[in-house]
């Protein structure tokens, strides 16, 4: 398997733009988790998915942020509009079954302007 | 809430050993982890140990859990310049299986 695959690797948007990150998960995990990593915060769980359905949303910062997961290959989170202090690293991880290793991709480096 | 602390940085030469340190608040904690990040790439997961464990060795890591003081230390041997990265400790509590708290990472340099 290729691992979890997230896109795109940089992005760099204007404040108020939308912003879209993407993620596949590996397949047959049937946990989804987005996390955001920044110098100040280190990293946080932004909310996680069970079968495709959200299940925890609390991390989340605030209703500009929004995440998806139509099927069990593809997730989305988006940022709309984006702010500046919206910038960090998102990690989109997955991982099998109950309490299992999460396997990370290798993360969105997102700079808004 | 749950709280998982690290020291931000460490410093050791090639050949030495590396101890990087972690203390967490959350008594239920069932799992410990130590994930390494290479700059510019994802967690990784190195090791984990479960609560009822003392200490677990794999290769030239040694995971030591001192759940008395709820203490989790990482041995890394014979440091190679390869071993730097950040070293995230994490723990799941017992009251969620599925969400990891971690540290702030503690970034290794491993001078030649």
């Known amino acids: 398997d290729a691992g979890v695959i997230q896109s795109p690797r940089h992005e760099v948007t204007e404040m108020g733009q939308e912003v879209t990150l993407r993620c596949k998960p590996i397949?047959?995990?049937?946990?989804l988790f987005w996390y955001r990593q920044t110098m100040m915060r280190g990293l946080e769980l932004l909310i996680y998915f069970n079968n495709n359905v959200p299940i925890d949303d609390s991390g989340m910062p605030e209703d500009r942020f929004s995440a998806k997961m139509p099927n069990a290959s593809f997730s989305t989170l988006k940022i709309q509009p984006s702010e500046p202090r919206d910038s960090a690293v998102y990690f989109c991880?997955?991982?099998?079954?109950?309490?299992?290793?999460?396997?990370f991709g290798p993360g969105t480096r997102l700079t808004v302007t | 809430g749950e709280d998982v602390e690290q020291s931000l940085f460490l410093s050791v030469r090639e050949g030495d050993s590396s101890v990087i340190n972690c203390t967490y608040t959350?008594?239920?904690?069932?799992?410990l982890y130590w994930y390494k990040q290479e700059p510019g790439a994802g967690l990784q997961l190195l090791t984990y140990i479960f609560s009822n464990m003392d200490m677990k060795q794999d290769q030239r890591l040694t995971v030591l859990l001192n759940k008395k003081d709820k203490h989790l230390s990482l041995r890394i041997a014979d440091t190679q310049t390869g071993d730097s990265a950040i070293y995230f400790c994490?723990?799941?509590?017992?009251?969620?299986?599925?969400?990891?708290?971690f540290g702030k990472g503690t970034l290794l340099t491993v001078n030649p």
């Open positions: 991880a997955s991982s099998y079954g109950q309490g299992s290793e999460q396997y």
């Open positions: 959350d008594s239920s904690s069932t799992y």
């Open positions: 994490a723990e799941i509590s017992g009251g969620s299986n599925y969400k990891l708290t």
């Open positions: 397949s047959g995990h049937d946990y």
